[in-house]
């Protein structure tokens, strides 16, 4: 498959980001979602504190590069 997106200069320089981007996106909601997962599996903790979260977040956020 091939698929060609295009862009207008810098009016859509953040979409044109966003799109180079996605795959970063979802492998940070999947070390999340593996994080949360790995939390109920070997710990006693049945809950994540909101700042633990955000937290990780921010980490993993850092570690691809990426701003939201």
């Given at each position: 498959m091939k698929v060609i997106i295009e862009f207008d200069g810098s009016e859509e320089q953040e979409e044109y980001q966003n799109a180079l981007n996605g795959w970063?996106?979802?492998?940070?909601?999947?070390?999340?979602?593996?994080?949360?997962?790995?939390?109920?599996?070997?710990?006693?903790?049945?809950?994540?504190?909101?700042?633990?979260?955000?937290?990780?977040?921010?980490?993993?956020?850092s570690k691809y590069e990426v701003s939201i």
């Open positions: 970063k996106y979802r492998a940070i909601v999947n070390d999340i979602r593996e994080m949360i997962r790995s939390k109920e599996k070997y710990t006693e903790e049945e809950t994540i504190s909101l700042d633990e979260l955000r937290q990780y977040l921010f980490d993993k956020l």
